[in-house]
C-alpha cells in the first residue's frame, strides 16, 4: 500500500526522491550567487535520468500543487551553464511529450514561452550559437507554440522570430536542425503581421527552397515545409508575392501524383494543393493559375484519384481550387432584368425600382417587351475577396447558423417597439368605408331566407372576362375514314376497347404567334398499314363559338368537352350524374367524327377542380405577358399519390463530403477544358418575341409562357443537358428560384441534365433530400394526373456565373447557383412539366372558390368579397366564413355578431405555393359538413385572404409583386398605389382595432425553402428580451403567455408540425411583415407567420417523408382543429356541451412542455391558458428531447386506402 504523500511548506511531497531533487536546486537558486556550476549540473541530470525511467517521477513534478515546473523554470532562467540548460530542456522535452495539452497549459501558465524565447535570444549572441541548445529549444517550442494564443505575439516583441529565420537560413543542408526551426516557423506563420513580416524577409522563396520533387528522402521535412508556406501564403500579400511560383508548385503536384503510386505520401500531395488553394484566393493567382494550364492538371489528376477512396480530400480541395478559379462569365441575357415589363403608374421614392425607373425606356407601351438600358446590365465582378468560407460551407440550416454566429445583431432591442401602439395611426372616418366588409357584424337577417339561405348571402361580382383567345389541352378526332373509328362508330356489334394514346406516334408543332399547325404524325411501329392510328394532342383556340369537330380530324370546340376514356371503351358523359355509355355511342352522339382519348374523370378524387370551369376562370385573369395557353396539370388536375415519397439520401460525391458537389463541377469544368464539345445551341429564348421555340427536330423543346411559368432561356450545352436560365420577378433584377416549365421532344432512356444556372439563395433543401416536381401528360392520359417528385443526382452549389453589385445589393464578388437534376424519361414525345414546388395558380384559387360556394349548405354563411384591384388588374378576394345563425332571435343574433373573428392570409410569395394548398386545406375543412367544421364556424367568423399577391402568382414571379418589392416587407407603409392587397388587408385589420373587435388569431401562411417540417413564428415581448441584453424590470415584462398556446396544440396534434422549429422573438428585418405589424400595430397578442416546408418532415409520423399535397391539405385542416380546441381552453364554458366532439385525453395540455435546442426558443413549464401571469426568465429550465412516439415506419411506402381517399376522416 502506498503510504500517503507528505508535504512540505513548499507544497511538495517529502517522499519523492524526485521533489527532494528540487527541494535542492530551488535552495540553489536561492543562492545563484555563490551556487557551484557542478551541483546544479549534477542535480538536473539525476532529475533527467528520474524523468526517463519512472512515470511517476513525471506526475510528481506536474500533479496539482507542485512547485516543480516553476523550480525547473527558475533554475532555467537563472543559470548560465550550457550543461544545465541542455539538461533543463531535455527535461521539458521528456514533460511535454506525454500528457498533451494539460501539461504544457501548465507550463505557458508559469511563463514558459517567455523564458524559452529570451533563451533564443541569449543563445543566438554566443558565438557561434550552440546547435544542440537551438535545436533543443525549437524542438520545446514547437509543443508548445500550438497552444500559447499569444505566441507568435510574444515571439515577434522579443525578436526571437528573426532568429530564427536567421537559423534557417544559415543550416538549409542541416536536416536535423531544419526540421525543428520549420515547426516553429509554422507556428509564427499562424499569425498574420508575423506571416507578413515572414513574407517580406524572403521565407515564401526560401520554402520553395526546400520543397522539391518527388523523392524518398527527408519527406518529413517536406511536409512541415509545406505546412508553413501553406500558413504564409494565407496572407493575400504572400500570395500575391507567390504567384511566379505557380507553375512549379503544379509541376511538383503532378510529379508527387505521377510518382507517389501507392499513395503513402498524400500528406504531401495535400500540402502543395493547400499552397494553390491559398496563392489563388487573389485575383492574380487565379490568372496565374489558368495561364500554367492548372485546370487541365488538376481535372487529369483529379479524374484519376477517383477511384480510390482515400484520396478524398485531395479530390475535394482540388475541386475547390478549378472551381474558384473558373472564369466568371456573365449570364447568356442581354440584361439581368426581367424580360416582362409593367409600367408602373406610381413610381416609389427610393428603393431598387426607383433606380430601374431613373432612366426609364422611352415609348414603351404597358404589357410590352422591351431594351432595358445597358446601366442595369450584369457585370463581372472579379474580387481579391476570400470566397472560401462561402464555397465549403455545407450547413444545412445555413441561415440559422449564420444568425447563431452572428449573435444578437438583428434582435430587436427598443422596448419601445416591443410594445403595442397605444394610438390608432388612422381616424376611424377615413376606415368606416371597411364597413362594407363587415356586414356579418350588423347583419339582422330580417329578410332571411331560411328554408333557401342562398339567397341572402351575395357575393361580390367577378371581373369582366378577357376576350382573348385561351389555347386549352385537348385531343384531335379520328379522321370518318379511318378503320378504328369504323369500329368505334358501330359496325363492331361488341365494343371494342379504344386503343390507348400512344404518344410515341407524335410529333407536335406550335405556331410562335399563338396558332397551332396540323399535328404530324407517323406509322405505329407496331400496327400494320390499315390498322395505324392518327392521333395527337394539340392545342385549340378558344374564342366564342366554332365548329363542332371541324372535318377531316380538326380542332373539337371545348364548349362541349369530350369525355374521358375509362376502362374497356366506357367514357362518362361530363355533367351526366354519374351515367356512362359506350365510346362508340359518344362518337355517333358527337356527329360521328370518332372518339377522343382525354384523361380519366377525377370528379370523385378532386371535387373542387373542372377543365372547363376553369379555362372560364383563365378568361379573366390577366397576365403582363398577356398568356393565351392553359398548362396541362393546372386543366388536368392533381391527384395526390397513394405512395410515400422519401426524401432522398445523400449520394457520395455527389451531395457529400465537402465539398457536395465534386461531381457536377468536374463536368461543369470539361466545358473549359474541351470546348469542342460545347454545342452552345439556344433552344429556348423570351428574348426573342418573335420566335422564343427553335424547333429543329434534335433538342429538347421548351416552354412557359402560361400562368405562373417561369423559365426564360434554355441552352443545350451537350446532346442531353441544357441550361436554364429563370426570368426576375417583373420589375426587378433578382429573386430567381421558383420555375414551372414544359418539356417535349424527348429520348425514351437518355440522361438527360437540367442545370437552373441563375438561383440566388446560398443553399436550398434540394441537397439535403428534396426533388423537383414532374408531371405527365402521358402518365395523366393513362389515368395517373399527378405531380411527382423525381430527378437524380440532385445537386445546388456555386457557379461560375457572377451576379452584378446592383442584383446583389451592392455587395462585389457575388456569384450564382446552380441548381442541377438529371432525368430519364419513360415515354417517347411525352410532354412533362417541372416545377419548384405544386403549382397552384390564381385560376386554380377562382375555380376552387366558386366550387366552394357550389357546396355550400345551408348551415354556411359564406360571403366572397373583392377586396380590391391589383395593379394587374385581377381582383383579390375576400372571404367570410362562419355558421348561420339559428333563428333571428335577438339572442342568436348577438350570438352570431359577438363571435371572436379569425383573420388568415396566404401566398403573399408567389413561389411559396405550398401556403395555398395549406390554404385549400384550411378553406375545404371550414365549408365542411363535419360536426367538427359546424362547431368551428359557430365558434369563430373567419375572414380570410386566399391569396395576397395575385399578379405575382399569375406572371410566374418568385417573391415581389408588379411594382417590384415583397409584400410582406411593406406592411408598415403599404401605399394604396404600390401595394394595394397589402395597404386594404391592413385597413381591415385597423378597421377590426377601431371597433374594438382586433381578431383573436391571425396567421399569414407561408413557405420555407430552407428548412423541414412545418413550423410557425409568433411575436414575445419576454422572449425578445431574453435573447438579448436589454435590462428591464420585471413590470415592464408582464405578457399573457397565450400566444404560446395554439402552436403547442399544432405539435400536439398534427404530425408535421415541430414546435422546436418555432420561434417567438421579433428581430428587425421583420419588423415591417405582418406578423409583426398586426401584433404591435392592431394589437392582436397571437400573430403567426405559419412556415410549411418546401422539403419534408424529419420529425414524427412523416420522418424521411417529402410533403405533398395531400400532407399540406391535412395541415391546413389539422389548424383549423387546433382552433376549436384553442376555443375549448379559453373558453371552456361556451363548448363543453360539445365536449363530445373531441377526444379529451388528447384535447388537454401537457402540464410540462418540452423545451426546444433552438437557443431563440424555449418554452416555459406551464399550462399556457390567456391569463396574465408573470414568469422569471432568469431562471434556467432544463433541455429535454422532443420524442415522437408516431413515429412512421420508413420501409412503409404505400398508403392505406383510408389514407389516400378519407385522409380527413380522422379529423371529424
Not at 190 to 203: F, H, T
Not at 447 to 459: E, I, L, M, Q, Y
Not at 583 to 594: D, L, Q, R, S
Request: charged share 25%; glycine share 6%; aromatic share 8%.
Amino acid at each position: 500500500m502506498n503510504k500517503p504523500k507528505m508535504t512540505t511548506d513548499k507544497g511538495v511531497p517529502s517522499n519523492s526522491r524526485v521533489l527532494m531533487l528540487l527541494g535542492q536546486l530551488e535552495k540553489l537558486n536561492g543562492e545563484s550567487m555563490l551556487a557551484d556550476p557542478e551541483i546544479t549540473r549534477q542535480i538536473t541530470a539525476k532529475i533527467l535520468h528520474l524523468i526517463q525511467t519512472q512515470e511517476k517521477t513525471r506526475k510528481d513534478i506536474m500533479s496539482k500543487g507542485s512547485s516543480g515546473m516553476e523550480v525547473i523554470l527558475a533554475t532555467l532562467e537563472n543559470t548560465r551553464d550550457l550543461q544545465t540548460i541542455l539538461n533543463i530542456l531535455y527535461i521539458l522535452n521528456e514533460l511535454l511529450t506525454v500528457g498533451g495539452g494539460r501539461r504544457i497549459g501548465v507550463f505557458v501558465s508559469k511563463g514558459g514561452t517567455g523564458i524559452l524565447l529570451q533563451l533564443v535570444l541569449s543563445a543566438s549572441k554566443e558565438s557561434p550559437p550552440s546547435e544542440e541548445v537551438m535545436l533543443q529549444l525549437h524542438s520545446v517550442l514547437a509543443k508548445v507554440g500550438p497552444k500559447d494564443r499569444k505566441f507568435g505575439v510574444k515571439a515577434r516583441l522579443n525578436g526571437a522570430l528573426n532568429v530564427t529565420v536567421n537559423l534557417l537560413k544559415q543550416n538549409l543542408q542541416n536536416h536535423k536542425l531544419l526540421l525543428p526551426c520549420l515547426l516553429v516557423l509554422r507556428v509564427y506563420s499562424s499569425n498574420s503581421v508575423n506571416a507578413v513580416s515572414l513574407g517580406k524577409n524572403g521565407v515564401v522563396e526560401l520554402m520553395l527552397k526546400i520543397i522539391g520533387p518527388y523523392s524518398k528522402k527527408n519527406t518529413s521535412l517536406l511536409k512541415v515545409s509545406l505546412d508553413t508556406l501553406g500558413a504564409l501564403l494565407k496572407s493575400k500579400t504572400n500570395a500575391r508575392r507567390a504567384v511566379v511560383h505557380v507553375p512549379v508548385l503544379l509541376y511538383i503536384y503532378q510529379d508527387w501524383h505521377r510518382n507517389d503510386t501507392f499513395h503513402r505520401h498524400m500528406l504531401i500531395r495535400k500540402g502543395v494543393l493547400g499552397c494553390l488553394k491559398n496563392i489563388t484566393n487573389s485575383k492574380l493567382g487565379r490568372k496565374a493559375f489558368i495561364d500554367a494550364d492548372g485546370m487541365r492538371i488538376l481535372y487529369n489528376t483529379s479524374t484519376e484519384c477517383l477511384p480510390v477512396r482515400t484520396l478524398d480530400p485531395l479530390i475535394n480541395t482540388s475541386s475547390l481550387i478549378m472551381r474558384k478559379c473558373f472564369p466568371k462569365n456573365r449570364l447568356p441575357l442581354p440584361t439581368i432584368k426581367s424580360v416582362f415589363h409593367h409600367q408602373l403608374l406610381h413610381v416609389p421614392a427610393g428603393g431598387p425600382v426607383a433606380q430601374l425607373y431613373n432612366q426609364p425606356p422611352g415609348g414603351v407601351p404597358i404589357y410590352q417587351f422591351y431594351t432595358k438600358p445597358p446601366w442595369v446590365d450584369d457585370v463581372v465582378d472579379d474580387s481579391d475577396d476570400n470566397e472560401d468560407a462561402e464555397a465549403e460551407n455545407d450547413t444545412e440550416n445555413e441561415e440559422e447558423e449564420k444568425n447563431n454566429h452572428a449573435g444578437n445583431d438583428d434582435i430587436e432591442t427598443d422596448i419601445n417597439k416591443l410594445r403595442p401602439k397605444e394610438t390608432h395611426s388612422r381616424p376611424f372616418e377615413e376606415l368606416k368605408i371597411y364597413e362594407r366588409f363587415f356586414m356579418e357584424l350588423s347583419e339582422d337577417f330580417q329578410v332571411f331566407n331560411f328554408d333557401n339561405p342562398k339567397r341572402g348571402v351575395t357575393a361580390t361580382p367577378a371581373a369582366p372576362k378577357s376576350h382573348r383567345p385561351i389555347i386549352v389541352p385537348t385531343s384531335q378526332a379520328l379522321p370518318p375514314k379511318h378503320p378504328t373509328a369504323a369500329i368505334l362508330q358501330g359496325e363492331c356489334p361488341h365494343p371494342a376497347p379504344v386503343p390507348r394514346l400512344d404518344l410515341d406516334t407524335i410529333n407536335i408543332t406550335k405556331d410562335q404567334d399563338g396558332c397551332c399547325d396540323h399535328t404530324h404524325t407517323r406509322p405505329h411501329p407496331g400496327a400494320g398499314l390499315e390498322q395505324e392510328l392518327v392521333q395527337g394532342l394539340e392545342r385549340v383556340s378558344l374564342d366564342g363559338a366554332g365548329p363542332r369537330g371541324g372535318g377531316g380530324g380538326g380542332g373539337v370546340n371545348r364548349h362541349n368537352r369530350q369525355p374521358p376514356l375509362l376502362a374497356g371503351g366506357v367514357a362518362a358523359r361530363p355533367g351526366g350524374g354519374g351515367q356512362e355509355m359506350l365510346a362508340e355511342e359518344w362518337a355517333e352522339e358527337e356527329g360521328g367524327e370518332g372518339a377522343v382519348l382525354e384523361v380519366p374523370d377525377t370528379a370523385l378524387l378532386l371535387p373542387l377542380h373542372d377543365p372547363d370551369l376553369y379555362v372560364e376562370m383563365v378568361k379573366s385573369t390577366r397576365s403582363v405577358p398577356q398568356y393565351s395557353e392553359v398548362a396541362y396539370p393546372d386543366y388536368f388536375g392533381h391527384v395526390a399519390p397513394t405512395f410515400r415519397e422519401h426524401i432522398l439520401e445523400r449520394v457520395y460525391g455527389v451531395q457529400s463530403p465537402l465539398p457536395p458537389y465534386r461531381t457536377k463541377i468536374f463536368q461543369d469544368i470539361e466545358r473549359l477544358i474541351h470546348p469542342n464539345d460545347i454545342l452552345d445551341k439556344v433552344v429556348y429564348d423570351l428574348d426573342i418575341q418573335s420566335c422564343p421555340v427553335v424547333d429543329d427536330g434534335e433538342s429538347l423543346k421548351f416552354n412557359s409562357q402560361f400562368e405562373s411559368g417561369n423559365l426564360r432561356k434554355a441552352v443545350q450545352v451537350r446532346k442531353f443537358e441544357y441550361d436554364l436560365v429563370l426570368n426576375s420577378d417583373i420589375n426587378s433584377n433578382h429573386y430567381h428560384q421558383w420555375f414551372y416549365f414544359e418539356v417535349s421532344g424527348m429520348r425514351v432512356g437518355a440522361p438527360y441534365r437540367f442545370n437552373i444556372i441563375n438561383c440566388e439563395k446560398s443553399n436550398s433543401q434540394f441537397n439535403y433530400g428534396m426533388q423537383v416536381l414532374m408531371y405527365s401528360v402521358q402518365e395523366a392520359i393513362s389515368g395517373r394526373p399527378r405531380w411527382i417528385r423525381t430527378g437524380t443526382d440532385i445537386c445546388y452549389y456555386k457557379n461560375h456565373f457572377s451576379r452584378s453589385s446592383i442584383a446583389a445589393g451592392g455587395q462585389k464578388g457575388k456569384s450564382y447557383y446552380t441548381m442541377t437534376f438529371s432525368m430519364i424519361f419513360n415515354h417517347k414525345d411525352d410532354v412533362c412539366y417541372f416545377a419548384y414546388h405544386y403549382p397552384y395558380t390564381y385560376s386554380t384559387l377562382k375555380m376552387h372558390l366558386q366550387k366552394l360556394e357550389a357546396l355550400r349548405t345551408p348551415q354556411i354563411y359564406m360571403r366572397q368579397d373583392v377586396l380590391c384591384e391589383t395593379l394587374g388588374g385581377n381582383s383579390c378576394p375576400l372571404l367570410t366564413i362562419t355558421a348561420m345563425p339559428e333563428s333571428t332571435s335577438n339572442d342568436q343574433i348577438c350570438l352570431f355578431r359577438n363571435r371572436p373573428l379569425v383573420f388568415l392570409s396566404a401566398r403573399v410569395h408567389p413561389g411559396e405555393t405550398n401556403a395555398s394548398w395549406v390554404m385549400k386545406g384550411t378553406l375545404e375543412f371550414l365549408m365542411g359538413s363535419s360536426p367538427l367544421a359546424q362547431s368551428l364556424r359557430e365558434a369563430y367568423i373567419f375572414k380570410i385572404v386566399p391569396m395576397l399577391n395575385p399578379d405575382g402568382v399569375v406572371n410566374g414571379n418568385h417573391r415581389c409583386s408588379l411594382s417590384g418589392e415583397d409584400l410582406n416587407r411593406q406592411w408598415q407603409s403599404p401605399s394604396p398605389e404600390l401595394h394595394p392587397t397589402i395597404y386594404h388587408t391592413k385597413s381591415l385589420l385597423q378597421y377590426l382595432a377601431a371597433i374594438q373587435r382586433a381578431p383573436l388569431v391571425f396567421c399569414d401562411y407561408h413557405g420555407h425553402s430552407r428548412k423541414k417540417n412545418v413550423f410557425m413564428y409568433g411575436c414575445s415581448l419576454k422572449e425578445t428580451v431574453w435573447e438579448t441584453n436589454i435590462s428591464a424590470t420585471s413590470c415592464e415584462l408582464h405578457e399573457d403567455l397565450g400566444y404560446r398556446t395554439l402552436p403547442k396544440i399544432l405539435s400536439q396534434m398534427a404530425p408535421a408540425f415541430s414546435m422546436a422549429s418555432c420561434s417567438f422573438v421579433v428581430e428587425r428585418s421583420k419588423e415591417a411583415t405582418a406578423r409583426v405589424v398586426v401584433w404591435r400595430e392592431i394589437g392582436v397578442q397571437r400573430s403567426y407567420t405559419m412556415e410549411s416546408t418546401l422539403c419534408g418532415c424529419d420529425q414524427g409520423k412523416y420522418k424521411g417523408l417529402q410533403i405533398g399535397t395531400r400532407e399540406l391539405e391535412e395541415m391546413g385542416a389539422q389548424f383549423c382543429v387546433a382552433l376549436l380546441r384553442l376555443k375549448r381552453l379559453t373558453s371552456p364554458l361556451e363548448l363543453r356541451k360539445r365536449a363530445h366532439l373531441l377526444d379529451v385525453e388528447s384535447d388537454l395540455m401537457e402540464t410540462r412542455c418540452k423545451v426546444s435546442s433552438n437557443p431563440s426558443t424555449y418554452v416555459l413549464e406551464d399550462e399556457e391558458h390567456t391569463f396574465m401571469e408573470e414568469v422569471d426568465y432568469s431562471a434556467e429550465s432544463g433541455d429535454e428531447a422532443d420524442n415522437d412516439p408516431d413515429t412512421a415506419d420508413p420501409h412503409d411506402n404505400h398508403l392505406s386506402d383510408s389514407e389516400s381517399n378519407n385522409h380527413r376522416d380522422s379529423l371529424t
